[in-house]
């Protein structure tokens, strides 16, 4: 009787043992998949080379656009500058017109008047 229930418990043994190999090479074969999944994901050297590359563009672009507001400032700078000069000119323009108008001043001193605009402008 004891040979009966010695040779029972293996055969009990032996079904949990398959069991467990059946889990275990289940288990193995989910490990494999994701090894290969892993394996064909980039390295992180990749994604680091890869953002520094970015970072290199964006402060190229910066620069860039840091040229552009300097230049659009100096034209600016510039269109002020002119403007300033024309206002000049025109009030000089305005007042010549208005002497020679209202004083009744003659032709010649009218051209001088035109000389000394010129100067200014």
């Given at each position: 009787?004891?040979?009966?229930e ?35 994901e ?6 680091t ?5 970015i970072?290199?563009n ?5 620069k ?5 507001l300097?230049?659009?400032q ?11 000069q ?11 017109i ?6 009744g ?17």
């Amino acid at each position: 009787m004891k040979k009966a229930e010695t040779a029972l418990s293996l055969l009990e043994k032996r079904r949990e043992l398959e069991l467990e190999l059946k889990g275990k090479e289940s288990l193995l074969k989910q490990l494999e998949v994701e090894q290969e999944r892993v394996g064909k994901e980039p390295h992180r050297s990749s994604y680091t080379r890869r953002i520094l590359e970015i970072i290199n563009n964006v402060e190229k672009q910066k620069k860039e656009m840091e040229k552009v507001l300097k230049d659009t400032q100096e034209v600016q700078r510039e269109i002020n500058t002119l403007s300033g000069q024309l206002e000049r000119c025109f009030h000089v323009a305005d007042e010549t017109i208005f002497a020679v108008s209202f004083l009744g001043k003659s032709q010649n001193s009218l051209v001088e008047k035109q000389n000394v605009q010129r100067a200014f402008c």
